[in-house]
Nanobody, 119 residues
Framework: QVQVVESGGGLVQPGGSLRLSCAASGSIFSIYRMAWYRQAPGKERDLVAAITNSGSTNYVNSVKGRFTISRDNAENSVILQMNSLKPEDTAVYYC?????????????WGQGTQVTVSS
């Protein structure tokens, strides 16, 4: 089995910062990509940031310059540093783990952590 666990969410004022952490464990042999998605009420779950095993990163335009994703490959963990938070960043943030083994792509999800940006 594969377990993906997020932490670090909470309530923060606009302009504040939060640091989300995610750790993967279990039957994971090779992680190709780790990513953060978010889902606000009534909306689809969208990609926020991703990082590959080689260190390449990708961000949704709305968070560029404010969020930073980093990864510790040895520990199968990923960090999302969120600065200059805005109310529109409010959502449940989900950690996603993607593996590519012998041409088979599989994804695993965490349970989500709530981020609320409000005065």
């Amino acid at each position: 089995q594969v377990q993906v666990v997020e932490s670090g969410g909470g309530l923060v004022q606009p302009g504040g910062s939060l640091r989300l952490s995610c750790a993967a464990s279990g039957s994971i042999f090779s992680i190709y990509r780790m990513a953060w998605y978010r889902q606000a009420p009534g909306k689809e779950r969208d990609l926020v940031a991703a990082i590959t095993n080689s260190g390449s990163t990708n961000y949704v335009n709305s968070v560029k310059g404010r969020f930073t994703i980093s990864r510790d490959n040895a520990e199968n963990s990923v960090i999302l540093q969120m600065n200059s938070l805005k109310p529109e960043d409010t959502a449940v943030y989900y950690c996603n783990v993607g593996t590519l083994v012998q041409s088979t792509w599989r994804e695993y999800w965490g349970q989500g952590t709530q981020v609320t940006v409000s005065s």
